[in-house]
Structures are given as structure tokens and as C-alpha cells.
């Protein structure tokens, strides 16, 4: 066992051999900035000032090889060997609220296409619940293992809503898809993630969504035209076929568009991106593909916020890499 001191945090954390720190940090009630915990997002991107840590796979875009060199590593991926000193990075505009482990109960679900539920809760006991719109919760369901699921409805509302799509073989999906009734309590702790709505830009918004990525979008651009109605906001949701489009008319009345016919970073109309920022949320290679192409065409990586919805099955595959 190690010690890995968190800069500006009073005490040092214990991490077991083998494991991240992210995750030591976590379990020791750290409140560590982190988003995909898969080495996809960068929300956890930490300087090392003292001592060694080894560095598992991660993406290009959420850690660059120059910021490798110049000691940076992605708290996720991070494995501490010896006694170090981490210090994670201050994203802009990132927001932090209290952690809340709620007792909810479903009080409505119906299906949003032929594989993805829709699920609307009410918290019993446990809050307030504070969140950014964008922000995710773990969900536990019935004792099973606790998945990540990001809110499509505002901080606002009283109730959440969740979209959860049928991953084949999945676990905990299938029991949401066939067990799963209202008056079912639900475990919800949360909230994590900083692929959330930045409140202080008042810029024009880019907003692309892949499947039930469309959930953290939805409670992102309902926020930004909370705040401010006269905001421009140019939406994309990409899916496989018109049989897995959902939410088409709430998507019209914002001149968005649903693209089914190709990729969805080939669809994107980037010819204005001045002032603008982007939220990107869907399965990991959409969101890679998305993101490689607002690079390209100009969108700084700083007003590009990502979200990757990881199956447990893709993040057992990206830790065994």
C-alpha cells in the first residue's frame, strides 16, 4: 500500500496496489473532478509533483503526448507504485455540489424507442439533489451493480428522468427493459461528471448526441434556454436507423436535426463556430469521431465538453487493454 497526497486535500489517501487513484481517492470521500473514469474524457487530468505513478491507456484527445511529457496524467488511469503528490487541474467553469446518496421510487416508464426506456423518479429521502445540467448519477437497481446514467431533466425539476438503453447481454439493462416496475425504489448517488452546461458562457451552443447520449443534451440545451432564450443552439442527434430516433418533435422545435443516413460528425455544419462551445454525448467512438472533427475545423478542446457512455463490457475491455 501507498500514500498519494491530493494537493489542497488535509490528509493523504491510501490506494492498494493495482489500483487508480481516481478511484482510491473517490472511495476515501475525495471529491476528485471525474467524468468517463475510462481515460476517454479528461475531466480527471492531474499534475504529479512528487514520485512516480504508471500511466494505463487513454485517449489522444484527453491527454496529449506534450502534456504526458510535462507531468500530467489522467487520475483514472493512474497507478501509484510509490508514495506521490497529485494535484488535479482546475477545469473552467467546473462545478462542484454536495454528494447525495437518494432513495427514489419510480413513479413513471415508458418505452422512448425499441430499446431505450424512459424512467422518471421521485426522491423520497437522501436530498436536496444539487446537479449540473449535463451531470450523470450511479443508479442501483434491486441490490445489482451500480451503472452510470446521465439526467435528461433540469436541476430545476423535482423529478429525474433517466434514459437507459438495452445493451445486449446487459445485466442491468435487461432488468430495467423487463423487471424493473413503477413503485421500485432506486438508489441514485451522485452527482459526478464535468461535461456540464458551463453557465457563465453565453456564447452559441453546439449540441451532438449518439443514441441515449441525447439524455445529459436534452437537460443542457432545456437549461441554456432557461437561462437565456435568444441563445443559439444548433442540435445533431445522430442514430442508426428512424426506428431508434425519439424525442423528434421536441428536437424540431429547436431546428435541430436527427441524422440517420451517415455518420453524424459528417452531418455537423461547423461554418459558424466563433464564441461557441460544444457538448458531446453518445457511445465513445461517436464522441472521438465528433471531437477529431471540431478540432479540425477550428473549436478549441477547452470549449469542447465530452461525455462517452461506456457499457460495463466496453470499460472491462479499455482497464484489461
Known amino acids: ?36 473514469q475510462s481515460g476517454n474524457c479528461g475531466a480527471c487530468k492531474s499534475r504529479v509533483l512528487l514520485g512516480e505513478v504508471d500511466l494505463g491507456p487513454v485517449s489522444e484527445y484527453a491527454l496529449s503526448e506534450a502534456e504526458r511529457a510535462a507531468g500530467m496524467v489522467l487520475a483514472c488511469r ?45 426522491v423520497e429521502a437522501g436530498g436536496p439533489f444539487t446537479f449540473s445540467a449535463g451531470q450523470y448519477a450511479m443508479l442501483s437497481f434491486a441490490g445489482l451493480p451500480a451503472r452510470a446514467y446521465s439526467m435528461a431533466n433540469t436541476p430545476d425539476q423535482d423529478q429525474l428522468e433517466f434514459h437507459i438503453r438495452h ?10 427493459a423487463d423487471q424493473l416496475t413503477v413503485g421500485d425504489l ?3 448517488d451522485g452527482p459526478h461528471g464535468t461535461a456540464h452546461l458551463r453557465r457563465d458562457h453565453a456564447g452559441p451552443i453546439l449540441a451532438i448526441a449518439g443514441g441515449s447520449g441525447l439524455a445529459p443534451i436534452r437537460s443542457i440545451v432545456n437549461m441554456a434556454r432557461a437561462l437565456e432564450p435568444a441563445r443559439v443552439v444548433r442540435l445533431w442527434h445522430g442514430v442508426r ?81
Not at 167 to 176: D, F, H, I, K, N
Request: charged fraction near 15%; hydrophobic fraction near 50%; aromatic fraction near 6%.
Open 241 to 321: 436507423s428512424a426506428a431508434d430516433a425519439y424525442d423528434q418533435a421536441w428536437i424540431a422545435g429547436l431546428g435541430g436535426q436527427i441524422v440517420t443516413d451517415r455518420p453524424i460528425d459528417h452531418a455537423l455544419d461547423l461554418s459558424a463556430l466563433q464564441g461557441a462551445k460544444a457538448y458531446v454525448a453518445g457511445p465513445p467512438g461517436m464522441v472521438d469521431a465528433v471531437t477529431q472533427r471540431l478540432v479540425d475545423a477550428g473549436l478549441a478542446l477547452t470549449d469542447i465538453h465530452a461525455d462517452a457512455f461506456f457499457t460495463a463490457a466496453d470499460t472491462q475491455q479499455r482497464v484489461a487493454v
Open 186 to 188: 432506486v438508489q441514485v
Open 1 to 36: 500500500m501507498v500514500q498519494v497526497t491530493v494537493a489542497g486535500w488535509p490528509t493523504p489517501i491510501a490506494v492498494d496496489p493495482g489500483d487508480t487513484v481516481l478511484a482510491a481517492a473517490l472511495a476515501a470521500g475525495v471529491p476528485y473532478p471525474h467524468g468517463c
Open 167 to 176: 445493451v445486449a447481454g446487459g445485466l442491468v439493462s435487461r432488468y430495467v
Open 78 to 122: 493512474a497507478v501509484a507504485w510509490e508514495d506521490c503528490t497529485l494535484q488535479w487541474l482546475e477545469g473552467d467553469e467546473v462545478e462542484v455540489h454536495r454528494a447525495c446518496r437518494l432513495t427514489t421510487r419510480l413513479v413513471a416508464r415508458d418505452a422512448a424507442t425499441h430499446d431505450i426506456t424512459r424512467l422518471v423518479l421521485a
